[in-house]
Nanobody, 131 residues
Framework: QVQLMESGGGAVQAGGSLRLSCATTFSNGFNVDLIQCAAWVRQAPGKEREGVAAVDSDGSTYYAEVVKGRFTLFKDKATNTLDLQMNSLKPEDTGVYYC?????????????????????WGQGLQVTVSS
């Protein structure tokens, strides 16, 4: 099994920063080598889920156009954590942010399509950016 435990999030004013963290644990024969992609996906109120940022097992990292230059992924192989540093936040960044991982989907595709059938999901974190 793969468990994703998220932390961080909260409320901030526009222009502020937040850092989300996703800690991954493996059991029952699963290990990090089986994971192709780890990602952050978000869902704004009344909207479909969208890919925010994702990283492949080879380290290739992709960002949605709307967050490029503002958000940065940090992947720590030693601790199996995936952090999302979010700077210059905007009200439109408001939503529930999910950490996700998959054995098949690649990072570029996850950012482009945010496939709903990603295999592993965290519980979600609320991020609220006020104007």
């Amino acid at each position: 099994q793969v468990q994703l435990m998220e932390s961080g999030g909260g409320a901030v004013q526009a222009g502020g920063s937040l850092r989300l963290s996703c800690a991954t644990t493996f059991s029952n024969g699963f290990n990090v080598d089986l994971i192709q992609c780890a990602a952050w996906v978000r869902q704004a109120p009344g909207k479909e889920r969208e890919g925010v940022a994702a990283v492949d097992s080879d380290g290739s990292t992709y960002y949605a156009e709307v967050v490029k230059g503002r958000f940065t992924l940090f992947k720590d192989k030693a601790t199996n954590t995936l952090d999302l540093q979010m700077n210059s936040l905007k009200p439109e960044d408001t939503g529930v942010y999910y950490c996700a991982a998959d054995e098949v989907y690649g990072a570029w595709y996850v950012v482009q399509r945010a496939p709903p059938d990603l295999h592993h999901w965290g519980q979600g974190l609320q991020v609220t950016v006020s104007s």
